[in-house]
């Protein structure tokens, strides 16, 4: 198991970076990896208190989550020979830093200035290899600096998004379930417990999540954490990914950066949902609570496009065994998007 050593969560708590890198033990300079609009956001001010505390630092601004922006991360690092990585961003950044660091061998501090999944804190790594988005294996953060002033103050699509990826550990946990019986697959029944109510916690808590509000960026960034332990526990993305989420990823293939990642994979929850014969619409409601959307028209893609991506999505990591199985005939595809209103 591989879990973050110290993970900080408050109002103001940016400020406090050194000190935290200070108590994590950690030497040498720091490369920051930041994203345009985050730099200005969080990652000047990261870069400056880091300075004045007496480290070293160098500003890597990146836009995308390519490989060459990895390979980019890891010259720079040893340029500058950095004794750590420091990521400060939505995703992107996270991503780059998460990969560079630990093909560098060096530790990474992840500062999360959205709550919008669950990458903040897990090992895996969305990365963008000859134009496919591919999930990399790489490692946890030392540490997460998670400041409730600057995640409240996203948009509050991202706010959304990231109970769209927390809510879909339902199902995913639903699938490991089934993996487990019908394929021996191996199971833990801490991580399944802990992924489980972490995303049950969501449902019951979001009528009062209000995007703006420090006290809901904490909630939520929060159980984007817990998931990430889950993830840790089991060593693999099995508790908080499963039929959802190759749905999700199918989208994205057939019709990409239409969505954002927990807003497809909160669609993708209310219809895996409902062939596991569970309570689809439980999961709808919350999440038009949440203000995420649950229909296809509201981010834009049509009806080929669902029913495609319902159909090919077991394709996408066929070892991983879930409710899809060998696959959606195109009938019962429909007729599932269609009776949980996705069509
Ligand atoms: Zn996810």
Known sequence: MELPRLVVVGSGVAREVADVCRDLKLKGGALIVTGPTTCELAGEEVSRRMEDDGFDTSLMITKYSKIEEVERAERMAADMEAGFLIAVGGGRSIDVAKLASQ?????????????????ICSAQASITIEGETTSVSAH???????DTAIISKAPKRLLAAGCGDIISNITAIRDWKL??????????????????????????????????????????????????????????????????????HAVNRIDPGKALHGELCGLGTIVMMYLHGGDWK???????????????????????????????????????YTI??????????????????IL
């Open 103 to 119: 093909r560098a061998k060096l530790h990474f501090v992840s500062i999360p200035t959205a709550a919008s999944h669950d990458g």
């Open 140 to 146: 946890a953060p030392l540490g997460i600096i998670a």
């Open 179 to 248: 993996a487990s019986r019908l394929r021996g697959e191996e199971y833990s029944e801490y991580a399944s417990a802990l992924s489980e109510m972490t995303a049950k916690m969501i449902v019951e808590t979001a009528p009062s999540l209000k995007p703006g509000l420090e006290e809901s960026a904490r909630v939520v960034v929060k159980a984007l954490i817990s998931s990430g332990v889950a993830m840790s526990i089991a060593g693999s993305s099995r508790p908080a990914s499963g039929s959802e989420h190759k749905f999700a």
């Open 282 to 320: 439980m999961i709808r409601s919350a999440l038009q609570e949440v203000g995420a959307p649950t229909s296809a028209s509201e981010i834009g893609i049509d009806e080929e496009t669902v029913v495609e991506a319902l159909t090919t999505a077991h394709n996408i990591r066929p070892e991983r």
């Open 324 to 341: 899809l199985g060998s696959g959606l005939p195109r009938e019962a595809a429909a007729a599932a998007a269609k009776k949980t209103k």
